[in-house]
């Protein structure tokens, strides 16, 4: 069965610029969460989404936004990006919401780098 | 807030050996607790859960044990062996509610080397 998928795995930004991330999870899972992994912060909880809904949200700015499609692929969009921006964004999905299940399949991550 | 702390950045341990990475959690409202390990390059991968209704749970050469009273719980390896050398994260939940509910909070890792 094949695992979560991220797409692109390296991206190179401006500031200013906008990013789009991309995220297919495992075949049957409808639950999509991100987080962003930085050397200082760790593992931080950006949202939530199921059933094409965003179910939770992190403390993150109203620059980093998400929505799922019918099919529970998601992106995360983060809009004038800043320096500190540059992270790896990890997705991961599970059958269902992280507050029932709590098991959490994570893809490779898309590395961002803001110069 | 560091709600999930890993007090030790890194852990070195012999080939064979028991490794013993710790983790504490000040949020009372955690109630399942998770274990990931992480290669280079990789996204994190899920080892073992506890629920806080039990104090130990077992798979394989790794054993989680939940100290609640403490808000401490530990992961051990036995033996160790050279491939379970990787970053490994503590994570915690919480299903009843509050402001951690619905998301995992993870602690900041730690490294463990395993020589041989």
């Known amino acids: 069965k094949a695992g979560v998928t991220q797409t692109p795995r390296y991206l190179i930004k401006t500031r200013g610029q906008q990013v789009t991330l991309s995220c297919s999870p495992i075949?049957?899972?409808?639950?999509v969460s991100w987080y962003q992994q930085t050397p200082g912060q760790g593992l931080q909880f950006l949202f939530e989404y199921f059933s094409e809904t965003q179910r939770n949200k992190g403390n993150f700015p109203g620059r980093f936004s998400g929505r799922q499609f019918s099919n529970s692929r998601s992106e995360m969009n983060v809009s004038t990006l800043e320096l500190g921006d540059s992270a790896l964004y990890l997705c991961a999905s599970s059958l269902g919401l992280t507050a029932n299940t709590g098991e959490l399949f994570f893809g490779e991550g898309s590395r961002l780098t803001v110069l | 807030d560091q709600q999930v702390k890993q007090n030790s950045p890194s852990l070195s341990v012999q080939e064979g050996r028991i490794s013993i990475l710790n983790c504490d959690y000040t949020n009372s409202m955690f109630d399942y607790f998770l274990w990931y390990k992480k290669y280079p390059a990789e996204g994190p991968t899920f080892l073992i859960s506890?629920?806080?209704?039990?104090d130990k749970n077992e798979d394989g050469r790794f054993t989680v044990f939940l100290n609640k009273s403490a808000k401490h719980l530990s992961l051990h390896i036995v033996p160790s062996q050279p491939g379970d050398s990787a970053v490994y994260f503590c994570?915690?939940?919480?299903?009843?509610?509050?402001?951690?509910?619905?998301?995992?909070?993870f602690g900041q890792g730690t490294i463990l080397t395993v020589h041989p």
């Open positions: 506890i629920s806080s209704i039990k």
């Open positions: 075949s049957g899972h409808r639950s």
């Open positions: 994570a915690a939940s919480a299903r009843a509610g509050g402001t951690s509910y619905g998301k995992l909070t």
